[in-house]
């Protein structure tokens, strides 16, 4: 009889990512267990914090074996849902605080701006419930808004003048419930200073705009202390400048340049007082300027990501994930790829059109039969037959995001060719309705 497997809890476990968790080195050795669905964690319309937790909380007991870890890589509220769980459970893990550092977009700003101030842009909290919350923003036009914490860009909105302001804080108020009421669950378990308990879940941040330069997210890890970067991906936008078109496996910034987005990661990382996780981190790089920008932190890796590095070095960085967790040093990259470049496209549909219904959308029989034409792609549409574009998941408020599709190839020229040809292969249509 061999040593025991490993029990892994992985929140809101699906198909996909399980696939790329088996793909790790040493996956033999685990034991993958789905901890509370995919829909009740990234779209349900409201989250009911203490049900999720406690749901959470009757699998965990029930399990008949040892729990090694939980680990997770989805947004809101998962991210912050995890440092709950692995207290109460004894496991591995940053502590709820920390995570909560990098999280709270306000604080998470405050102490940025004590270590890396240069790279931070100007920003105050903003309670849109005040009667007079417009007025108290002293930023210039324009800037943007969103909540203190959410995800997917949802009530992200760039404001351009006070009528604009206006209308963002009506839609706001309407419906910051969704982060609101499970940010201040989550906020109750933590230790928190006053001045930071006050910037509860129903508040948004208000900052300058710094999104015009080259985006890219670091990929790291903290464990026992050592602060580790071990990859770079380019973030491209659209024609709207706003909503994410594609992310590109390495990044193409110069050398000089990432080196100085990963000593300010290190400097961000350690004031947070991280440890025991993976990271990502978006910087903006503003060429003319020779300057970078701090965009945001998230302590976990990017489910988006994994499929890239998966193609360019062979195995997922959810490998990274799993060492830390089980406390184990993570030896990646791994360079053992058969791609170069691999990229994620987000194939959209700007404007509003919430009326419009998708025709044409291929079966997954269509669908597997694109990807073979298209060798180490991976097709994941978001829409289906009929459905009403307003009724999308993937939305924000400039776009629809209709696929994701994951491709690799040995240069960046051959990645977007590619994708036109599998694009077009595709072939979404859609049908002015009305309603």
Same mark, same amino acid.
């Given at each position: 009889?061999?040593p025991?497997?490993?029990?892994?809890?992985?929140?809101?476990?699906?198909?996909?990512?399980?696939?790329?968790?088996?793909?790790?080195?040493?996956?033999?050795?685990?034991?993958?267990?789905?901890?509370?669905?995919?829909?009740?964690?990234?779209?349900?319309?409201?989250?009911?914090?203490?049900?999720?937790?406690?749901?959470?909380?009757?699998?965990?007991?029930?399990?008949?074996?040892?729990?090694?870890?939980?680990?997770?890589?989805?947004?809101?509220?998962?991210?912050?849902?995890?440092?709950?769980?692995?207290?109460?459970?004894?496991?591995?893990?940053?502590?709820?605080?920390?995570?909560?550092?990098?999280?709270?977009?306000?604080?998470?700003?405050?102490?940025?701006?004590?270590?890396?101030?240069?790279?931070?842009?100007?920003?105050?909290?903003?309670?849109?419930?005040?009667?007079?919350?417009?007025?108290?923003?002293?930023? &210039?036009? !324009?800037?943007? $808004?969103?909540?203190?914490? #959410?995800?997917?860009? %949802?009530?992200a909105?760039? @404001?351009?003048?006070? +009528?604009?302001?206006?209308?963002?804080?009506d839609?706001?108020?309407?419906?910051?419930?969704?982060?609101?009421?499970?940010?201040?669950?989550i906020?109750?378990?933590? &230790?928190l !200073?006053?001045? $930071?308990?006050?910037?509860? #879940?129903?508040?948004? %941040?208000a900052?300058?705009? @710094?999104?015009?330069? +080259?985006?890219?997210?670091?990929?790291?890890?903290?464990?026992?202390?050592?602060?580790?970067?071990?990859?770079?991906v380019?973030?491209?936008?659209?024609?709207?400048?706003?909503?994410?078109?594609?992310?590109?496996?390495?990044?193409?910034?110069?050398?000089?340049?990432?080196?100085?987005?990963?000593?300010?990661?290190?400097?961000?990382?350690?004031?947070?007082?991280?440890?025991?996780?993976?990271?990502?981190?978006?910087?903006?790089?503003?060429?003319?300027?020779?300057?970078?920008?701090?965009?945001?932190?998230?302590?976990?890796?990017?489910?988006?990501?994994s499929?890239?590095?998966?193609?360019?070095?062979?195995?997922?960085?959810?490998?990274?994930?799993?060492?830390?967790?089980?406390?184990?040093?993570?030896?990646?990259?791994?360079?053992?790829?058969?791609?170069?470049?691999?990229?994620?496209?987000?194939?959209?549909?700007?404007?509003?059109?919430?009326?419009?219904?998708?025709?044409?959308?291929?079966?997954?029989?269509?669908?597997?039969?694109?990807?073979?034409?298209?060798?180490?792609?991976?097709?994941?549409?978001?829409?289906?037959?009929?459905?009403?574009?307003?009724?999308?998941?993937?939305?924000?408020?400039?776009?629809?995001?209709?696929?994701?599709?994951?491709?690799?190839?040995?240069?960046?020229?051959?990645?977007?060719?590619?994708?036109?040809?599998?694009?077009?292969?595709v072939?979404?249509?859609?049908?002015?309705?009305?309603?």
């Amino acid at each position: 009889m061999g040593p025991r497997k490993r029990n892994i809890f992985v929140v809101g476990l699906e198909p996909f990512n399980l696939r790329l968790l088996n793909a790790v080195r040493g996956a033999r050795g685990y034991a993958f267990h789905g901890l509370l669905d995919c829909d009740e964690i990234s779209a349900a319309k409201r989250f009911d914090l203490e049900a999720l937790l406690e749901k959470a909380r009757d699998v965990l007991r029930a399990f008949d074996g040892t729990i090694d870890a939980i680990v997770g890589y989805w947004d809101f509220p998962t991210i912050l849902m995890m440092p709950i769980l692995r207290r109460e459970f004894g496991l591995r893990g940053p502590t709820l605080e920390s995570v909560l550092r990098c999280e709270h977009k306000y604080w998470a700003r405050l102490l940025q701006a004590e270590v890396v101030p240069d790279e931070v842009p100007g920003f105050c909290a903003v309670d849109p419930f005040a009667s007079d919350a417009a007025d108290r923003i002293e930023l &210039d036009y !324009p800037f943007w $808004i969103k909540p203190v914490k #959410g995800h997917s860009s %949802i009530l992200a909105h760039r @404001i351009g003048n006070r +009528r604009d302001l206006d209308h963002v804080l009506d839609e706001t108020r309407r419906n910051i419930y969704r982060f609101a009421e499970p940010m201040n669950v989550i906020m109750g378990y933590a &230790d928190l !200073p006053d001045e $930071i308990r006050a910037i509860d #879940g129903r508040h948004c %941040i208000a900052e300058e705009v @710094i999104s015009l330069g +080259r985006q890219c997210t670091l990929e790291g890890y903290v464990f026992e202390g050592d602060i580790e970067v071990y990859g770079m991906v380019d973030s491209i936008r659209g024609a709207n400048r706003s909503s994410l078109e594609r992310y590109e496996y390495p990044s193409a910034l110069p050398p000089s340049t990432q080196a100085r987005m990963i000593a300010s990661a290190k400097r961000v990382i350690a004031r947070a007082g991280l440890d025991d996780t993976p990271f990502n981190m978006e910087f903006f790089f503003h060429e003319s300027r020779d300057a970078i920008s701090l965009l945001e932190v998230n302590a976990r890796i990017s489910k988006s990501h994994s499929p890239l590095f998966d193609k360019v070095e062979g195995v997922p960085h959810k490998e990274v994930m799993l060492d830390v967790a089980l406390g184990r040093k993570p030896d990646y990259p791994a360079r053992r790829g058969a791609f170069r470049f691999a990229a994620k496209f987000m194939p959209r549909l700007y404007g509003r059109h919430d009326g419009w219904r998708a025709s044409n959308v291929p079966d997954p029989a269509r669908v597997g039969d694109i990807e073979a034409q298209f060798p180490g792609s991976d097709i994941q549409l978001h829409i289906s037959e009929g459905q009403r574009l307003g009724d999308m998941h993937h939305q924000d408020p400039y776009s629809y995001e209709l696929a994701a599709v994951f491709m690799g190839a040995q240069s960046r020229r051959a990645l977007r060719r590619d994708f036109a040809a599998l694009w077009e292969a595709v072939g979404l249509q859609f049908e002015e309705t009305g309603r």
